[in-house]
């Protein structure tokens, strides 16, 4: 997709960062978390957060 302009692609980079933040918050949540329910709902949604990084990553 190389027809983005900088605008688009300045906003995609602030998805990306703002998904990277929310997968670490989730991943640490998910490591202080006591119910095993939780900590495994936090732990998978960190990683479908870190996977959406990096589908957006691919659009750059």
Same mark, same amino acid.
């Given at each position: 997709?190389?027809?983005?302009?900088?605008?688009?692609?300045?906003?995609?980079? $602030?998805?990306?960062?703002?998904?990277?933040?929310? %997968?670490? !918050?989730?991943?640490?949540? &998910?490591? *202080?978390?006591?119910?095993? $329910?939780?900590?495994?709902?936090?732990?998978?949604? %960190?990683? !479908?957060?870190?996977?959406? &990084?990096? *589908?957006?990553?691919?659009?750059?």
């Amino acid at each position: 997709m190389s027809n983005l302009n900088q605008m688009e692609i300045n906003a995609i980079r $602030e998805c990306v960062s703002n998904h990277i933040t929310i %997968s670490s !918050k989730l991943s640490c949540y &998910a490591t *202080k978390a006591c119910e095993p $329910e939780l900590k495994e709902m936090f732990k998978s949604s %960190s990683i !479908k957060a870190e996977q959406s &990084a990096q *589908k957006l990553v691919q659009l750059l």
